[in-house]
């Protein structure tokens, strides 16, 4: 299983690389979206939120824009960083800065959309 995008862990931060989106997947996604795909490697079927009208600092349901259990994987072409969590609101599995992305393809159930650039 390939997982990519910088994971946060409570006390301790493990990083791996960002992957840059190619020009192809990266003109599916339609800018100033957060988009979630059913598979990995930004394919499958994709649901694009708008986080613009969304409170900053503030976690929701990622049920709201994906309806599925498992998030194959995400990208990011919003102004700001996106975080995506598995447990209670509060608990930072994965940060995305704009023109992140990456392949979780795991349960994933909170989003977050954050006021800084970087994760």
Known sequence: MRRTGIRLLVAVVGATAALSATPAIAAT????????????????????????????????????????????SFHNKWTARIFISSG???????????????????ALNWVYFGKATTC
């Open 29 to 72: 996604c339609p800018n100033g979206n957060a988009c979630f795909w059913t598979k990995p490697n930004l394919t499958g079927t994709y649901y694009a939120a708008n986080p613009n009208g969304y409170s900053r600092d503030t976690f929701y349901s990622i049920h709201t824009w994906y309806p599925n259990a498992v998030l194959g």
């Open 88 to 106: 209670k609101p509060g608990s930072i599995n994965f940060c995305y800065p704009p023109g992140g992305s990456g392949s979780p393809d795991e």
